[in-house]
């Protein structure tokens, strides 16, 4: 999800008051901080609708572990020690069997139907057979797959009937802000991620923030701190009995007030809007390239949640053309490719967000659709199965402006496939590579030790 992050929100980072406080420093120098990390727990619980929320989680797949860790301590607290059994549907996203393992679980996966959501007779199977030692259940709403869950509430009642507790996975929590709260038909703790929905940096290696909140009765097993006590902060979302999951009781405290910034300025009305828009725009995208690609998974009223998966394996079987070329050949287009071959291989993943216009949705629509138009003259015969755009992309200024030029396409079909791509022609660096070699067989850039001798 990679949302717009507008200046104002970016701005109070560069302020020394928030990005060069030491995590422990004493609270009297730190009041307002404290002030601004509370409110803004309180928002995501208000938001979230659950009884409390803890911002220590790094990241989203932290969030996951500290979720899981509030779960086991909750059986534990209970003389539920045998409750070690988590089922994770297919569609999950793989941080999720990782979690479950780490926190000391066993891993049960539950099938996905034909439309990608929870097949719900297998999960009542597997609950039924895991019932006494049942201690989780890990769910994504919306799905990996971009469809929403029709039977969540009949879900959660599944494993609640048979003693276990529902992890939701709010890593999609972008389509349903100001519209769903999860704390109201079932989970009993979900992370969310506050550099996706919302508006911290996403990618990079940098810092993120996985808040969990967690329904009244595992209040008490939110992440704790062994500094928290010394330092006042004891209460709220510091545990006095669970073990931290973050080097810093607040984590990543320093960027907290992008999101508080966000979701200040934006209000209530604002947030929901956002996810209406989110919605639209990827059944906007879906309903355009509908008529080109087939759309993978949809819900009972043909309409997806927050992204659509474009399916491009048919198109392999009739031009070999396939999910890499479409992704190589859209950089000549100016577009950096949706998310690639997950969670179904093959496939393309698109997830607008709200933060796009319509005319950048255009523009993009109209790069797939004529992709796909070079895919069927590579189907008619009319261009190489080999020598073809899609396959010999990206499109380096170096190439096209070389002397020779053996191609059996034009130099202008290569570099400037609509006539608006001229106007904003974005070149890329690197033409193409053999990508999987290169995973393989790495080469060490470094000076030889000679090269430090003198």
């Known amino acids: ?96 069997p990782a979690s479950a393992v780490m926190a000391g679980m066993s891993v049960v996966v539950v099938k996905s139907d034909e439309q990608g959501n929870v097949d719900i007779a297998d999960l009542r199977l597997k609950a039924d057979e895991h019932k006494n030692d049942l201690a989780a259940l890990m769910i994504t709403y919306p799905s990996t797959h971009g469809v929403f869950e029709e039977g969540i509430k009949d879900i959660c009642q599944i494993i609640h009937d048979r ?9 999609n929590f972008n389509a349903l802000v100001g519209l769903s709260r999860p704390g109201d038909f079932g989970p009993d703790v979900c992370h969310l991620n506050l550099h996706k929905t919302f508006c911290i940096p996403h990618g990079g290696g940098g810092p993120g923030v996985g808040p969990i909140g967690v329904r009244e009765h595992l209040k008490a097993f939110l992440p704790g701190h062994r500094m928290s006590e010394g330092m006042g902060l004891r209460g709220g979302s510091m545990s006095a009995s669970a073990s931290a999951v973050s080097a810093a009781p607040f984590g990543s405290a320093s960027i907290l007030p992008i999101s508080w910034s966000y979701i200040t300025m934006m209000g209530r009305d604002g947030l929901k809007a956002a996810t209406q828009f989110a919605i639209l725009n990827a059944n906007y995208i879906a309903q355009r390239l509908a ?164």
């Not at 701005?11 to 008051?17: A, C, M, Y």
């Not at 392999?316 to 100016?334: F, H, I």
């Open 291 to 454: 008529p080109h690609y087939p759309i993978l998974y949809k819900g009972k009223t043909g309409r997806v949640a927050h992204e659509c998966i474009i399916d491009l394996r048919p198109l392999k079987a009739t031009s070999g053309v396939d999910v890499e070329d479409v992704a190589k050949r859209l950089m000549d287009y100016g577009f950096h490719a949706p998310t690639m071959s997950w969670p179904v291989a093959g496939t393309l993943m698109i997830e607008p967000t709200e933060s796009e216009s319509k005319a950048e949705l255009d523009r993009f629509c109209d790069a797939m659709i004529a992709i796909r138009e070079e895919i069927r003259e590579i189907e008619s015969g009319k261009a190489d199965k080999e020598d073809n755009v899609l396959k010999r992309a990206p499109h380096t200024v170096s190439a096209i402006s070389s002397d020779a030029w053996n191609r059996a396409y034009s130099r202008e079909k290569a570099a400037f496939p609509l006539p608006w791509v001229k106007e904003r022609k974005f070149w890329p660096a690197v033409a193409r590579i053999n990508n999987a070699y290169g995973d393989r067989n790495f080469v060490c850039s470094c000076l030889p030790i000679e090269a430090y001798s003198n």
């Open 163 to 171: 003693g276990g507790q529902v992890y939701m996975d709010g890593a």
């Open 1 to 96: 999800t990679m949302k717009l992050n507008a200046t104002t929100e970016m701005i109070p980072v560069t302020w020394p008051e928030f990005n060069s406080l030491h995590p422990f420093a004493p609270t009297d120098q730190v009041k307002g901080s404290l002030g601004m990390i509370r409110e803004l727990e309180g928002m995501l619980a208000e938001i979230t609708g659950f009884a409390a929320v803890s911002v220590q989680p790094n990241s989203g797949a932290a969030g996951e572990y500290a979720g899981l860790l509030a779960i086991r301590d909750y059986h534990l607290s209970r003389g539920d020690k045998h409750r070690k059994v988590c089922l994770i549907p297919a569609s999950a996203h793989g941080t999720n």
